[in-house]
């Protein structure tokens, strides 16, 4: 699964390592995003054909929702049955996004303790999720939500021992596929990462609480306060 990310890179940044060409969108760095937050996503405009950065709602609504504030909040799509369940196969057909992070959290449970791990790329580049996205109109007023799921894969052998689910994260050579811009089926990506793409590290039980943001959630804690020790001085 996936239920929290850190993302403190400028739009402008984004903007120009996923080759968006719309007008850069405001959004500000957030170190300890939750589902129910509006995040940055990258998505192909069908008129255009270009790639584009918006911000949308983190916890997907299925356009045919009635009374969304009463609905089970959609964060994460199985990659298993994304294809599959109405809620998310017309988005997977075509509207699939990227998600950009600089890492996600994990918790890692041992006993009555969950050690919260922070996991990112081990070549430094930043994170691409695969995702999807839809749009819900209000009948009351016709007004137009639109939000994402992550899409979720089993663990690959570096999250294996953090936790059973990890985000798809897709290479920037998967981008275009992934996005609609090139033939191909997108179905082929839907795997965890290899092994090596992926380096984890313990963070503080701070991240465990949204009110706590900012860069240092990121920090790498000692070893040997790790689970349950004392916080690094």
Known sequence: MCGRFALSMT???LARVFGTRNAVPNFDPN????PSQPAPVVRRNPKTGERSLDVLRWGLIPHFEKDPAHARMLNNARAET???LPSFRGAFASRRCIVPADAFYEWQRDGKL???FAIARADGAPLAFGGIWESWVDPANGDTTRSFAIVTTAANATMAPIHDRMPLVLEAADWPVWLGEVD???KTLLRPAAGAVLRTWPVSTEVNSVRHNGRHLLQPMRE???MGGPNPA
């Open 11 to 13: 739009p402008t940044g």
């Open 31 to 34: 170190w300890n995003l939750p």
């Open 82 to 84: 994304v294809t599959k």
């Open 114 to 116: 969950k050690q919260p």
């Open 184 to 186: 191909g089926d997108p």
């Open 224 to 226: 040997e306060s790790v």
